[in-house]
């Protein structure tokens, strides 16, 4: 099970071309996330959303 924070979250749903480590981070995320693993979401991501 993986634990993901707001971090992970917001690359994950927000794209910014013009930022270059957006465009490095966005794929990794995007994998966590689509990967078909476990997630545990704390209840502190979850308020922050």
Do not use: C, H
Request: glycine content about 8%; proline content about 8%.
């Amino acid at each position: 099970m993986i634990a993901f924070d707001t971090n992970i979250l917001a690359r994950f749903y927000a794209v910014d071309p013009g930022d270059p480590e957006a465009r490095k981070q966005r794929p990794i995320a995007y994998g966590i996330v689509t990967k078909g693993s476990s997630l545990f979401d704390p209840l502190t991501v979850i308020l922050g959303r």
